[in-house]
């Protein structure tokens, strides 16, 4: 298996443990968007808590140039040990909800 493929393979199966799980509060559902052929990976939260209505993008991961771009990381403990864990160097991983400015200081690869 190539690079490109093991880091579809990982991003999807990571967010695909979070769409398993229920939701505690709440009755809202998570669902995930995979669009391979763009290298986009969303979970994305839809339904109702508390009266008002939840529908939005928890996490957002691009795979840019061989890298992983974690866009936005809503998962409570983050996405980036999981990613590491499953064998994804940190020189891949592009923290980009973090300022250009601010990544050459998180360990992690900056674009």
Known sequence: MDTLEFYRDTIERILRQYVEM??????????????RD???????DVGWQ??????????????IDGKIWIQRDGIEDGITEELLEAGIPKSDIVLGFHPPQVRPHTGFAIA
């Open 22 to 35: 229920p939701y505690r509060y709440g009755d809202i559902k998570e669902h995930l968007i995979v669009d």
């Open 38 to 44: 763009r290298n986009h990976f969303l979970l994305f």
């Open 50 to 63: 508390q009266g008002k209505r939840v529908h939005g993008c928890v996490t957002h991961i691009e795979i």
